[in-house]
């Protein structure tokens, strides 16, 4: 047998008979940092530039009810599974369909540049270390930062992406996710409240501005007075603030854990009622990739 096939037949035989259990494939590729990034050069010398790659991953992550084998294409089958390109949207979201590859294609670099994890538990401890999720910048051929001066420690977003796929995730991630959430969610609303007293006081001047154009104490618009004076242009900037605040909330799932904090004595957050509410507010739609399913 060829690689390819011997590669096929080892699928097979991790497989077995298996069906209601996670799979994880791995993909990546390595690319010039400097194709993206102008940065380095303040961090390395200029003889020393042109050597800069780094290995992009991408992530999908499901629950397969059975697997197709074919000459040409392996099927993980299953109605949904969830995909994250750190390099581009660093979060978790779900999407309708099989993880499925042709083999001719993908078999003949599992173990280079892709990676097939088969089974709930090899899943579970490949998310163990958050390493394994990380982008590797080489600096030389010879050398490559790989990662020695970071600890083991899990990646807690496998909570999330299990979350969205409406399956359960191990009690020590989802108390590491949880802790993560409730101090994202205390820096949510500091954040926001901060802008919001901000754009209080900005609405405020344009309310002056207003009275004293009804006054005729002005003798220009409304409008031109205030966009010369920068501030509308500072509220409508706030407001993109708060949206993008809530864009991560939403992505991190704060919508919907029953998370709350202790603003001061006698007063509570309630996480998720806060979050929807300023949605609505805010105009904000949640996306029905970024929501659990239903168990």
Not at 72 to 88: G, T
Request: glycine share 6%; net charge negative; charged share 35%.
């Amino acid at each position: 047998m060829n690689n390819q096939e011997d590669t096929l037949s080892e699928i097979k035989k991790k497989v077995g008979g298996k069906k209601d259990e996670q799979i994880l494939l791995v993909t990546q590729h390595t690319e010039p940092l400097m194709k993206y990034s102008s940065s380095p050069q303040d961090l390395f010398p200029p003889q020393r530039r042109d050597e800069l790659t780094i290995t992009r991953k991408f992530f999908r992550l499901g629950i397969f009810d059975n697997t197709s084998f074919s000459d040409k294409e392996v099927i993980f089958n299953m109605p949904y599974h969830v995909e994250k390109n750190p390099s581009y949207e660093d979060y978790w979201k779900r999407v309708e369909g099989n993880i499925n590859f042709y083999s001719y294609s993908l078999l003949s670099v599992l173990g280079e540049n892709a990676f097939l994890h088969i089974g709930n538990k090899e899943v579970e401890e490949y998310f163990r270390d958050k390493r394994n999720l990380m982008e590797n910048l080489d600096i030389t051929k010879e050398s490559s930062f790989d990662d020695k001066c970071y600890k083991k420690i899990p990646e807690f977003s496998y909570v999330r992406a299990l979350h969205l796929l409406g399956a359960d995730a191990p009690k020590d991630f989802e108390e590491g996710y949880i802790k993560n959430c409730l101090g994202e969610a205390i820096s949510l609303y500091k954040d926001i409240n901060e802008i919001e007293g901000k754009t209080g006081a900005l609405e405020k001047r344009i309310e002056s501005i207003k009275e004293a154009c009804k006054k005729g104490e002005l003798d220009q618009g409304f409008k031109d007075i205030a966009f010369w004076d920068g501030t509308i242009k500072r509220v409508e900037e706030n407001r993109d603030k708060v949206i993008s605040y809530l864009s991560s909330a939403l992505k991190n799932g704060l919508h919907e854990y029953d998370l709350n904090f202790r603003l001061q004595p006698g007063i509570m957050i309630d996480v998720k009622e806060y979050v929807l509410g300023l949605c609505k507010e805010y105009s904000v739609d949640i996306p029905e990739e970024l929501c659990m399913l239903k168990k």
